[in-house]
Protein backbone atom coordinates (compact mmCIF):
# COMPACT_ATOMS: atom_id res chain seq x y z
CA UNK A 1 0.00 0.00 0.00
CA UNK A 2 1.34 3.14 -1.05
CA UNK A 3 2.24 6.16 1.64
CA UNK A 4 -0.45 8.17 -0.19
CA UNK A 5 -2.93 5.38 -0.02
CA UNK A 6 -2.03 4.74 3.76
CA UNK A 7 -1.72 8.65 4.58
CA UNK A 8 -5.53 9.03 3.52
CA UNK A 9 -7.04 5.79 5.32
CA UNK A 10 -5.45 7.29 8.14
CA UNK A 11 -7.39 10.57 7.38
CA UNK A 12 -10.62 8.99 6.85
CA UNK A 13 -10.35 6.76 10.42
CA UNK A 14 -9.79 10.08 11.80
CA UNK A 15 -12.82 11.48 10.37
CA UNK A 16 -14.67 8.54 11.32
CA UNK A 17 -13.21 8.09 14.98
CA UNK A 18 -13.84 11.94 15.42
CA UNK A 19 -17.74 11.42 13.92
CA UNK A 20 -17.93 8.42 16.72
CA UNK A 21 -16.96 10.76 19.70
CA UNK A 22 -19.16 13.24 18.38
CA UNK A 23 -22.11 10.98 18.45
CA UNK A 24 -21.26 9.52 21.98
CA UNK A 25 -20.82 13.04 23.71
CA UNK A 26 -24.29 13.98 21.72
CA UNK A 27 -25.75 11.08 22.92
CA UNK A 28 -25.08 11.36 26.60
CA UNK A 29 -28.16 11.86 28.70
CA UNK A 30 -30.50 10.38 25.62
CA UNK A 31 -29.25 6.42 24.73
CA UNK A 32 -28.25 4.20 27.82
CA UNK A 33 -24.94 4.36 29.47
CA UNK A 34 -23.92 0.77 28.47
CA UNK A 35 -24.10 1.63 24.95
CA UNK A 36 -22.51 4.60 25.70
CA UNK A 37 -19.86 2.69 27.20
CA UNK A 38 -19.34 0.44 24.91
CA UNK A 39 -18.46 3.01 22.44
CA UNK A 40 -15.83 5.08 24.77
CA UNK A 41 -13.97 1.56 24.78
CA UNK A 42 -14.08 1.75 21.01
CA UNK A 43 -12.71 5.20 21.13
CA UNK A 44 -9.91 4.43 23.76
CA UNK A 45 -8.67 1.03 22.23
CA UNK A 46 -8.64 2.97 18.67
CA UNK A 47 -6.70 5.43 20.45
CA UNK A 48 -4.18 3.31 22.37
CA UNK A 49 -3.59 0.99 19.60
CA UNK A 50 -2.74 3.65 17.00
CA UNK A 51 -0.28 4.95 19.30
CA UNK A 52 1.17 1.97 18.93
CA UNK A 53 3.59 0.01 16.23
CA UNK A 54 1.62 0.66 12.74
CA UNK A 55 4.39 -1.47 11.10
CA UNK A 56 3.34 -4.42 12.84
CA UNK A 57 -0.24 -6.93 12.90
CA UNK A 58 -1.29 -8.36 15.20
CA UNK A 59 -2.73 -11.91 13.93
CA UNK A 60 -4.54 -13.92 16.78
CA UNK A 61 -5.60 -17.60 16.03
CA UNK A 62 -8.88 -18.01 18.21
CA UNK A 63 -10.64 -21.49 18.25
CA UNK A 64 -12.66 -24.29 20.41
CA UNK A 65 -10.91 -26.82 22.47
CA UNK A 66 -10.11 -29.87 20.12
CA UNK A 67 -9.97 -27.51 16.83
CA UNK A 68 -6.07 -28.30 16.38
CA UNK A 69 -5.69 -24.47 16.71
CA UNK A 70 -2.10 -24.79 18.66
CA UNK A 71 -1.09 -27.28 16.50
CA UNK A 72 -1.90 -24.86 13.29
CA UNK A 73 -0.41 -21.95 14.91
CA UNK A 74 3.03 -24.51 14.82
CA UNK A 75 1.96 -25.73 11.45
CA UNK A 76 1.74 -21.84 9.74
CA UNK A 77 4.56 -20.70 12.18
CA UNK A 78 7.09 -23.71 10.61
CA UNK A 79 7.78 -24.09 14.03
CA UNK A 80 6.55 -25.67 17.38
CA UNK A 81 6.61 -22.24 19.03
CA UNK A 82 3.31 -23.54 21.28
CA UNK A 83 5.44 -26.34 22.92
CA UNK A 84 8.96 -23.90 22.51
CA UNK A 85 8.74 -21.61 25.32
CA UNK A 86 9.21 -23.48 28.32
CA UNK A 87 7.67 -21.27 30.57
CA UNK A 88 4.19 -21.37 29.47
CA UNK A 89 2.69 -23.75 32.35
CA UNK A 90 -0.75 -24.12 29.69
CA UNK A 91 -2.33 -22.73 26.70
CA UNK A 92 -4.14 -20.31 29.23
CA UNK A 93 -1.91 -17.72 28.20
CA UNK A 94 -1.57 -15.74 25.08
CA UNK A 95 1.58 -16.65 23.50
CA UNK A 96 3.26 -14.93 20.46
CA UNK A 97 5.28 -15.63 17.65
CA UNK A 98 7.15 -12.56 16.41
CA UNK A 99 8.26 -11.55 13.00
CA UNK A 100 10.25 -8.51 13.34
CA UNK A 101 11.28 -7.88 17.09
CA UNK A 102 11.99 -3.89 16.68
CA UNK A 103 8.97 -1.90 17.84
CA UNK A 104 7.12 -4.78 19.23
CA UNK A 105 7.45 -4.50 22.80
CA UNK A 106 5.06 -1.74 23.67
CA UNK A 107 2.64 -3.27 21.65
CA UNK A 108 2.17 -6.30 23.21
CA UNK A 109 2.78 -5.08 26.87
CA UNK A 110 -0.47 -3.54 25.43
CA UNK A 111 -2.24 -6.29 24.64
CA UNK A 112 -0.69 -7.94 27.81
CA UNK A 113 1.05 -11.33 26.35
CA UNK A 114 4.17 -12.02 28.35
CA UNK A 115 5.17 -15.52 26.53
CA UNK A 116 6.91 -14.11 23.51
CA UNK A 117 9.05 -15.91 20.94
CA UNK A 118 11.12 -14.71 18.22
CA UNK A 119 10.07 -17.02 15.29
CA UNK A 120 12.65 -18.09 12.76
CA UNK A 121 12.10 -16.53 8.68
CA UNK A 122 9.80 -18.89 6.88
CA UNK A 123 10.26 -18.63 3.00
CA UNK A 124 7.77 -16.92 1.25
CA UNK A 125 6.08 -16.11 4.48
CA UNK A 126 7.39 -13.60 7.24
CA UNK A 127 10.97 -12.56 8.52
CA UNK A 128 12.14 -9.68 10.31
CA UNK A 129 10.66 -7.18 7.60
CA UNK A 130 7.27 -8.68 7.61
CA UNK A 131 5.82 -7.17 11.22
CA UNK A 132 4.15 -9.86 11.78
CA UNK A 133 2.82 -11.00 15.17
CA UNK A 134 0.99 -14.27 15.41
CA UNK A 135 -0.75 -14.93 18.92
CA UNK A 136 -1.69 -18.36 20.23
CA UNK A 137 -4.84 -18.09 22.67
CA UNK A 138 -6.73 -19.94 24.98
CA UNK A 139 -9.70 -21.75 24.00
CA UNK A 140 -12.90 -19.77 24.08
CA UNK A 141 -14.98 -22.77 25.65
CA UNK A 142 -12.06 -23.14 28.35
CA UNK A 143 -14.17 -24.05 31.60
CA UNK A 144 -11.92 -21.61 33.04
CA UNK A 145 -13.46 -18.36 33.15
CA UNK A 146 -10.17 -17.01 32.82
CA UNK A 147 -9.33 -18.39 29.61
CA UNK A 148 -12.71 -17.07 28.28
CA UNK A 149 -12.00 -13.38 29.34
CA UNK A 150 -8.81 -13.47 27.36
CA UNK A 151 -10.36 -14.38 24.35
CA UNK A 152 -12.90 -11.89 24.74
CA UNK A 153 -10.62 -9.16 25.23
CA UNK A 154 -8.34 -10.48 22.56
CA UNK A 155 -11.02 -10.24 19.78
CA UNK A 156 -11.25 -6.27 20.48
CA UNK A 157 -8.10 -5.71 20.47
CA UNK A 158 -6.04 -7.80 17.38
CA UNK A 159 -5.49 -6.75 14.21
CA UNK A 160 -6.84 -9.58 12.44
CA UNK A 161 -8.97 -12.76 13.51
CA UNK A 162 -8.60 -16.32 12.22
CA UNK A 163 -10.77 -18.55 13.43
CA UNK A 164 -9.93 -22.22 13.42
CA UNK A 165 -13.15 -24.71 13.31
CA UNK A 166 -12.98 -28.31 13.11
CA UNK A 167 -15.17 -30.91 11.19
CA UNK A 168 -17.19 -31.87 14.15
CA UNK A 169 -18.25 -28.47 15.74
CA UNK A 170 -18.02 -26.02 12.94
CA UNK A 171 -21.60 -25.30 13.19
CA UNK A 172 -21.31 -25.17 17.17
CA UNK A 173 -24.11 -21.71 18.47
CA UNK A 174 -21.42 -21.02 21.02
CA UNK A 175 -18.62 -19.66 18.23
CA UNK A 176 -21.28 -18.14 16.34
CA UNK A 177 -23.68 -16.51 18.35
CA UNK A 178 -21.24 -15.77 20.85
CA UNK A 179 -18.23 -14.43 19.04
CA UNK A 180 -19.19 -14.72 14.96
CA UNK A 181 -22.37 -12.78 14.46
CA UNK A 182 -21.19 -9.54 16.79
CA UNK A 183 -18.39 -9.34 14.36
CA UNK A 184 -20.61 -9.36 11.35
CA UNK A 185 -19.06 -5.78 10.11
CA UNK A 186 -15.13 -7.36 10.26
CA UNK A 187 -15.58 -9.39 7.05
CA UNK A 188 -11.87 -7.64 6.00
CA UNK A 189 -10.14 -8.84 8.86
CA UNK A 190 -11.54 -12.14 9.45
CA UNK A 191 -10.45 -15.48 8.08
CA UNK A 192 -12.07 -18.66 8.67
CA UNK A 193 -9.91 -22.01 8.69
CA UNK A 194 -11.34 -25.32 8.42
CA UNK A 195 -8.91 -27.27 9.94
CA UNK A 196 -8.58 -30.80 10.29
CA UNK A 197 -9.81 -31.24 6.67
CA UNK A 198 -7.90 -34.83 6.85
CA UNK A 199 -10.48 -36.48 8.80
CA UNK A 200 -13.23 -36.09 5.83
CA UNK A 201 -13.38 -37.98 3.40
CA UNK A 202 -12.21 -36.23 0.29
CA UNK A 203 -15.77 -36.01 -1.54
CA UNK A 204 -17.35 -34.36 1.86
CA UNK A 205 -14.62 -31.54 1.94
CA UNK A 206 -16.12 -29.34 -0.57
CA UNK A 207 -19.91 -29.63 0.55
CA UNK A 208 -18.56 -29.46 4.55
CA UNK A 209 -17.04 -26.02 3.23
CA UNK A 210 -20.19 -24.59 1.23
CA UNK A 211 -22.17 -25.33 4.61
CA UNK A 212 -19.48 -23.32 6.46
CA UNK A 213 -20.23 -20.31 4.41
CA UNK A 214 -23.86 -20.68 4.70
CA UNK A 215 -23.62 -20.68 8.16
CA UNK A 216 -21.28 -17.64 7.70
CA UNK A 217 -23.28 -16.14 5.56
CA UNK A 218 -26.15 -16.01 7.92
CA UNK A 219 -23.95 -14.69 10.49
CA UNK A 220 -23.25 -11.66 8.27
CA UNK A 221 -19.88 -12.89 7.13
CA UNK A 222 -20.72 -13.81 3.82
CA UNK A 223 -17.33 -11.99 2.55
CA UNK A 224 -15.27 -13.63 4.83
CA UNK A 225 -12.48 -15.88 3.39
CA UNK A 226 -13.32 -19.79 3.85
CA UNK A 227 -9.80 -22.16 4.04
CA UNK A 228 -9.68 -25.66 4.71
CA UNK A 229 -6.45 -26.97 6.07
CA UNK A 230 -4.79 -30.27 7.95
CA UNK A 231 -2.28 -28.72 10.00
CA UNK A 232 -1.11 -32.45 10.67
CA UNK A 233 -0.97 -33.58 6.87
CA UNK A 234 -0.04 -30.13 5.52
CA UNK A 235 -2.90 -29.89 3.70
CA UNK A 236 -3.87 -25.61 2.71
CA UNK A 237 -0.96 -24.28 4.77
CA UNK A 238 0.10 -22.79 1.62
CA UNK A 239 -2.98 -20.72 1.38
CA UNK A 240 -3.32 -20.06 5.27
CA UNK A 241 0.35 -18.78 4.65
CA UNK A 242 -0.48 -16.52 2.26
CA UNK A 243 -3.79 -14.80 3.38
CA UNK A 244 -1.84 -14.38 6.20
CA UNK A 245 1.48 -12.49 4.00
CA UNK A 246 -1.07 -10.64 2.33
CA UNK A 247 -2.83 -8.79 5.35
CA UNK A 248 0.52 -8.06 6.86
CA UNK A 249 2.31 -6.76 4.10
CA UNK A 250 -0.62 -4.92 2.89
CA UNK A 251 -0.82 -2.64 6.51
CA UNK A 252 -3.97 -2.36 6.00
CA UNK A 253 -5.42 -4.43 8.90
CA UNK A 254 -5.11 -2.21 11.75
CA UNK A 255 -7.03 1.19 9.90
CA UNK A 256 -9.05 -1.98 8.29
CA UNK A 257 -10.36 -3.36 12.43
CA UNK A 258 -10.35 -0.31 13.69
CA UNK A 259 -12.87 0.79 11.03
CA UNK A 260 -14.93 -2.26 10.94
CA UNK A 261 -15.08 -1.39 14.95
CA UNK A 262 -16.50 2.31 14.18
CA UNK A 263 -18.82 0.54 11.86
CA UNK A 264 -20.22 -1.71 14.63
CA UNK A 265 -20.32 1.06 17.38
CA UNK A 266 -22.46 3.12 14.97
CA UNK A 267 -24.62 0.92 14.02
CA UNK A 268 -25.28 0.39 18.09
CA UNK A 269 -25.88 3.72 18.61
CA UNK A 270 -28.90 3.79 15.70
CA UNK A 271 -30.03 0.56 16.77
CA UNK A 272 -30.13 2.04 20.02
CA UNK A 273 -31.16 5.30 19.24
CA UNK A 274 -33.86 4.44 16.47
CA UNK A 275 -34.49 5.73 12.83
CA UNK A 276 -36.23 8.81 12.39
CA UNK A 277 -36.01 12.39 12.23
CA UNK A 278 -37.64 15.04 15.04
CA UNK A 279 -40.36 16.99 12.93
CA UNK A 280 -38.85 19.97 14.75
CA UNK A 281 -40.61 23.54 16.03
CA UNK A 282 -43.12 24.93 13.45
CA UNK A 283 -44.09 28.55 13.68
CA UNK A 284 -47.98 27.62 14.38
CA UNK A 285 -46.58 25.40 17.28
CA UNK A 286 -45.11 28.86 18.63
CA UNK A 287 -47.57 30.78 17.87
CA UNK A 288 -50.48 28.47 19.93
CA UNK A 289 -48.25 27.66 22.73
CA UNK A 290 -47.38 31.54 23.26
CA UNK A 291 -51.30 31.93 23.34
CA UNK A 292 -52.32 29.42 25.35
CA UNK A 293 -49.41 30.57 28.06
CA UNK A 294 -50.80 34.21 27.41
CA UNK A 295 -54.45 32.55 28.53
CA UNK A 296 -52.98 30.99 31.18
CA UNK A 297 -50.98 34.28 32.49
CA UNK A 298 -54.35 36.43 32.20
CA UNK A 299 -53.22 38.56 29.30
CA UNK A 300 -57.07 38.87 28.78
CA UNK A 301 -57.67 40.25 32.29
CA UNK A 302 -54.55 42.67 32.02
CA UNK A 303 -56.08 44.03 28.40
CA UNK A 304 -59.33 44.27 29.84
CA UNK A 305 -58.20 46.33 32.93
CA UNK A 306 -56.00 48.49 30.53
CA UNK A 307 -59.54 49.04 28.38
CA UNK A 308 -61.16 49.84 31.59
CA UNK A 309 -58.34 52.02 32.78
CA UNK A 310 -58.24 54.23 29.97
CA UNK A 311 -61.70 54.54 29.83
CA UNK A 312 -62.02 56.10 33.64
CA UNK A 313 -58.99 58.04 32.81
CA UNK A 314 -60.35 59.40 29.70
CA UNK A 315 -63.65 60.60 31.18
CA UNK A 316 -61.59 61.70 34.35
CA UNK A 317 -60.13 64.02 31.78
CA UNK A 318 -63.09 65.10 29.06
CA UNK A 319 -65.85 64.46 31.39
CA UNK A 320 -68.82 66.93 32.06
CA UNK A 321 -66.69 68.74 34.96
CA UNK A 322 -70.14 68.81 37.07
CA UNK A 323 -70.23 65.30 37.34
CA UNK A 324 -66.29 63.77 36.44
CA UNK A 325 -65.39 64.23 40.11
CA UNK A 326 -67.58 61.38 40.79
CA UNK A 327 -65.34 58.68 38.74
CA UNK A 328 -62.05 59.61 41.42
CA UNK A 329 -64.01 57.10 43.79
CA UNK A 330 -63.81 54.47 40.89
CA UNK A 331 -60.92 52.29 41.81
CA UNK A 332 -57.76 52.18 38.73
CA UNK A 333 -58.16 48.79 37.33
CA UNK A 334 -54.75 48.46 36.49
CA UNK A 335 -53.45 49.86 40.28
CA UNK A 336 -55.47 47.04 41.37
CA UNK A 337 -53.55 44.72 39.11
CA UNK A 338 -50.04 46.31 40.99
CA UNK A 339 -49.71 47.44 36.72
CA UNK A 340 -49.54 51.35 37.06
CA UNK A 341 -46.09 51.86 38.77
CA UNK A 342 -44.39 55.34 36.61
CA UNK A 343 -40.81 55.17 37.36
CA UNK A 344 -40.59 51.47 39.21
CA UNK A 345 -37.41 49.39 38.22
CA UNK A 346 -39.38 46.30 35.77
CA UNK A 347 -36.65 43.51 36.92
CA UNK A 348 -38.57 43.84 40.51
CA UNK A 349 -42.34 44.25 39.34
CA UNK A 350 -44.60 41.96 40.52
CA UNK A 351 -48.27 41.98 39.70
CA UNK A 352 -51.78 41.16 41.89
CA UNK A 353 -52.83 39.07 39.50
CA UNK A 354 -54.25 36.20 41.30
CA UNK A 355 -51.92 33.24 41.56
CA UNK A 356 -52.20 30.53 38.47
CA UNK A 357 -55.26 28.15 39.89
CA UNK A 358 -55.34 24.24 38.99
CA UNK A 359 -57.31 25.12 35.80
CA UNK A 360 -54.30 27.59 34.79
CA UNK A 361 -51.68 25.17 35.70
CA UNK A 362 -53.40 22.78 33.67
CA UNK A 363 -53.65 24.78 31.11
CA UNK A 364 -50.10 25.93 30.83
CA UNK A 365 -48.99 21.71 31.31
CA UNK A 366 -51.05 21.16 28.32
CA UNK A 367 -49.79 23.71 26.17
CA UNK A 368 -46.50 22.79 27.11
CA UNK A 369 -47.04 19.39 26.16
CA UNK A 370 -48.63 19.77 23.18
CA UNK A 371 -45.38 21.85 21.48
CA UNK A 372 -43.48 19.61 22.95
CA UNK A 373 -45.34 16.70 21.05
CA UNK A 374 -45.94 18.16 17.78
CA UNK A 375 -41.60 18.76 18.13
CA UNK A 376 -41.01 15.59 18.91
CA UNK A 377 -43.09 14.02 16.19
CA UNK A 378 -41.36 11.52 14.15
CA UNK A 379 -38.05 11.58 16.74
CA UNK A 380 -37.10 8.06 17.92
CA UNK A 381 -38.26 6.51 21.14
CA UNK A 382 -35.24 7.76 23.40
CA UNK A 383 -34.91 11.44 22.00
CA UNK A 384 -38.63 11.50 22.04
CA UNK A 385 -38.43 11.33 25.94
CA UNK A 386 -35.49 14.17 25.87
CA UNK A 387 -37.38 16.60 23.55
CA UNK A 388 -40.29 15.79 26.14
CA UNK A 389 -38.21 16.39 28.98
CA UNK A 390 -36.49 19.35 27.86
CA UNK A 391 -40.00 20.98 27.40
CA UNK A 392 -40.59 20.47 31.07
CA UNK A 393 -37.77 21.16 32.28
CA UNK A 394 -38.54 25.14 32.59
CA UNK A 395 -42.54 24.37 33.60
CA UNK A 396 -42.12 25.25 37.28
CA UNK A 397 -40.17 29.05 36.50
CA UNK A 398 -43.21 29.46 33.92
CA UNK A 399 -45.99 31.05 36.26
CA UNK A 400 -43.57 33.54 37.85
CA UNK A 401 -41.53 34.28 34.73
CA UNK A 402 -45.05 34.83 32.86
CA UNK A 403 -46.21 37.36 36.02
CA UNK A 404 -42.75 39.47 35.78
CA UNK A 405 -42.86 39.28 32.26
CA UNK A 406 -46.69 41.01 32.31
CA UNK A 407 -45.53 43.33 34.96
CA UNK A 408 -42.35 44.89 33.08
CA UNK A 409 -44.42 45.06 29.78
CA UNK A 410 -45.31 49.27 29.50
CA UNK A 411 -48.83 48.57 28.90
CA UNK A 412 -48.53 52.70 28.03
CA UNK A 413 -52.45 52.69 29.10
CA UNK A 414 -52.16 55.95 31.02
CA UNK A 415 -50.12 58.02 28.44
CA UNK A 416 -52.08 61.18 27.58
CA UNK A 417 -54.53 61.85 24.45
CA UNK A 418 -53.58 64.44 22.39
CA UNK A 419 -58.13 65.39 22.02
CA UNK A 420 -58.02 65.22 26.22
CA UNK A 421 -56.53 69.05 26.09
CA UNK A 422 -58.82 70.49 23.54
CA UNK A 423 -62.38 68.23 24.84
CA UNK A 424 -61.33 69.49 28.34
CA UNK A 425 -60.88 73.18 27.68
CA UNK A 426 -64.27 72.79 25.55
CA UNK A 427 -65.70 71.34 28.35
CA UNK A 428 -64.49 74.09 30.87
CA UNK A 429 -65.73 77.17 28.31
CA UNK A 430 -68.78 75.22 28.35
CA UNK A 431 -69.53 75.17 31.91
CA UNK A 432 -67.83 78.81 32.77
CA UNK A 433 -70.60 80.02 29.89
CA UNK A 434 -73.63 78.21 31.78
CA UNK A 435 -72.50 79.36 34.99
CA UNK A 436 -72.07 82.70 33.36
CA UNK A 437 -75.72 82.59 32.19
CA UNK A 438 -76.63 81.55 35.91
CA UNK A 439 -74.79 84.86 37.20
CA UNK A 440 -76.06 87.20 34.76
CA UNK A 441 -79.62 85.60 35.29
CA UNK A 442 -78.75 86.08 39.56
CA UNK A 443 -77.42 89.72 39.19
CA UNK A 444 -80.87 90.60 36.96
CA UNK A 445 -83.13 88.73 39.80
CA UNK A 446 -80.97 90.85 42.99
CA UNK A 447 -81.61 94.39 40.78
CA UNK A 448 -85.15 93.06 40.85
CA UNK A 449 -85.51 92.16 44.42
CA UNK A 450 -84.20 95.32 45.87
CA UNK A 451 -86.28 97.43 43.28
CA UNK A 452 -83.08 98.73 41.35
CA UNK A 453 -84.04 99.60 37.38
CA UNK A 454 -83.41 95.97 35.64
CA UNK A 455 -81.55 96.81 32.56
CA UNK A 456 -83.28 94.85 29.28
CA UNK A 457 -81.79 91.86 28.59
CA UNK A 458 -80.36 91.02 25.59
CA UNK A 459 -82.42 88.38 23.68
CA UNK A 460 -81.67 85.44 20.45
CA UNK A 461 -84.03 84.25 18.55
CA UNK A 462 -86.72 85.82 21.60
CA UNK A 463 -84.34 83.72 23.90
CA UNK A 464 -83.05 85.94 26.63
CA UNK A 465 -78.99 85.26 26.58
CA UNK A 466 -78.19 84.25 29.94
CA UNK A 467 -80.97 81.36 29.35
CA UNK A 468 -78.86 80.81 25.83
CA UNK A 469 -75.57 80.41 27.94
CA UNK A 470 -77.00 78.31 30.81
CA UNK A 471 -78.85 75.74 28.25
CA UNK A 472 -76.14 76.19 25.80
CA UNK A 473 -73.17 75.30 28.01
CA UNK A 474 -74.97 72.71 29.83
CA UNK A 475 -76.08 70.63 26.46
CA UNK A 476 -72.40 71.19 25.03
CA UNK A 477 -71.06 69.84 28.69
CA UNK A 478 -73.17 66.72 28.08
CA UNK A 479 -72.83 66.16 24.41
CA UNK A 480 -68.96 66.47 24.65
CA UNK A 481 -69.32 64.22 27.42
CA UNK A 482 -71.61 61.50 25.04
CA UNK A 483 -68.94 62.43 22.54
CA UNK A 484 -65.97 61.95 24.28
CA UNK A 485 -67.40 58.59 25.85
CA UNK A 486 -67.96 56.70 22.30
CA UNK A 487 -64.02 58.19 21.00
CA UNK A 488 -62.56 56.89 24.64
CA UNK A 489 -64.55 53.43 23.82
CA UNK A 490 -62.47 53.51 20.22
CA UNK A 491 -59.24 54.49 21.49
CA UNK A 492 -59.46 52.21 24.80
CA UNK A 493 -60.49 49.08 22.45
CA UNK A 494 -57.05 50.56 20.32
CA UNK A 495 -55.12 50.25 23.18
CA UNK A 496 -56.26 47.35 24.67
CA UNK A 497 -55.34 45.64 21.46
CA UNK A 498 -51.64 47.30 21.45
CA UNK A 499 -51.35 46.24 25.11
CA UNK A 500 -52.34 42.66 24.22
CA UNK A 501 -49.69 42.83 21.65
CA UNK A 502 -47.30 44.03 23.58
CA UNK A 503 -48.12 41.34 26.44
CA UNK A 504 -48.56 38.20 23.63
CA UNK A 505 -44.73 39.39 23.01
CA UNK A 506 -43.15 39.09 26.10
CA UNK A 507 -45.27 35.95 26.98
CA UNK A 508 -43.68 34.30 24.00
CA UNK A 509 -40.52 35.73 24.47
CA UNK A 510 -40.75 33.82 27.84
CA UNK A 511 -41.76 30.64 26.02
CA UNK A 512 -38.81 30.90 23.93
CA UNK A 513 -36.76 31.36 26.52
CA UNK A 514 -37.99 28.70 28.67
CA UNK A 515 -39.79 25.87 26.33
CA UNK A 516 -38.54 26.27 22.99
CA UNK A 517 -35.04 27.13 22.77
CA UNK A 518 -35.03 23.82 24.75
CA UNK A 519 -36.35 22.02 22.69
CA UNK A 520 -35.01 23.24 19.55
CA UNK A 521 -31.53 22.32 21.05
CA UNK A 522 -32.67 18.58 21.56
CA UNK A 523 -34.06 18.13 18.24
CA UNK A 524 -30.98 19.92 17.16
CA UNK A 525 -28.78 17.67 18.83
CA UNK A 526 -30.73 15.03 17.44
CA UNK A 527 -30.21 15.99 13.93
CA UNK A 528 -26.16 16.31 14.56
CA UNK A 529 -26.32 13.17 16.36
CA UNK A 530 -28.25 11.29 13.40
CA UNK A 531 -25.18 13.10 10.90
CA UNK A 532 -22.31 12.11 13.43
CA UNK A 533 -23.50 8.71 13.06
CA UNK A 534 -23.86 8.41 9.66
CA UNK A 535 -20.47 10.05 9.34
CA UNK A 536 -19.16 7.32 11.62
CA UNK A 537 -20.43 4.22 9.54
CA UNK A 538 -19.04 5.38 6.17
Known sequence: MSRHGAAAQASRLDRRLEALNEARELAAGALPEDVLDGVLQVLDRASSR???????????????????????????????????????????????GIWGAEGSDQLLDWLEVRNRHHARPVSGFADESTGLILLDLPDFDSTRAANREIVERMVGLVDDLVWVLDPQKYADAAVHNDFLTPLASHNAVTLVVLNQIDRLPEQDVQPVLESLRGILARDGLGKVQVLGASAVAGTGLDKVRAAIRQVATQRQAQSQRLGADVTRASAQLAEASGPGEAAGVRAASRARLAEELAVAANVPVVVDAVVRSYQLESTRRTGWPVTRWLVRFRPDPLRRLNLRREGSRPELNRTSLPPAGAPERARTDAAVRDFADAASNGAPGPWRAVIRGAAREGR???????????????????????????????????????????????????????????????????????????????????????????????????????????????????????????????????????KAVQAASR
Open 50 to 96: RSLSADHTVVGFFGATGSGKSSLFNAVSGEEIATAAARRPTTSEPLA
Open 396 to 530: EQLPDALDQAIASTELKAGNKAWWWTPFNIVQWLALLTALGGFVWLGALAVLGYIKLPVPEVPRVEGWPVPTVMIAGGALLGIVLAILAKFIAGAAARARGAAARKRLQTAVAAVAEKLVVEPVELEVSRLGSFN
